[in-house]
């Protein structure tokens, strides 16, 4: 059976930081790109990050280029987010997806709050 485990997400003042890391079993981590979506409260689903599984190449939601980095450890079967910087508009829940062609698999998240 295949799982996917956010931890890391917490509460922290604007301009601090998380790092957010999702653990996967039941599956090779190494065949799977692996992406952070984020949900902030009634709004919809939104693709933050992403990495795949050939080069590591990355890619970003333009307003966390430059404050968040996505990277992956394949020996931990574990993906992480490093927010830096946050903002008040960063708080979600923030769930990972590991995807290879038509298959997926999601996390079922953990709470980023920012708030002074």
């Known amino acids: 059976q295949v799982q996917l485990v956010e931890s890391g997400g917490g509460s922290v003042q604007p301009g601090g930081s998380l790092r957010l890391s999702c653990t996967a079993s039941?599956?090779?981590?190494?065949?799977?790109?692996m992406q952070w979506y984020r949900r902030p409260p009634g709004k919809e689903l939104v693709l933050v990050a992403s990495i795949n599984n050939n080069f590591g190449t990355t890619d970003y939601l333009d307003f966390v280029k430059g404050r968040f980095t996505i990277s992956r450890d394949n020996a931990k079967n574990t993906v992480y987010l490093q927010m830096h910087s946050l903002k008040p508009e960063d708080a979600a829940v923030y769930y990972c997806?590991?995807?290879?062609?038509?298959?997926?698999?999601w996390g079922r998240g953990t709470q980023v709050t920012v708030s002074s």
């Open positions: 997806k590991a995807h290879r062609g038509m298959t997926e698999y």
């Open positions: 039941g599956l090779t981590f190494s065949n799977y790109a």
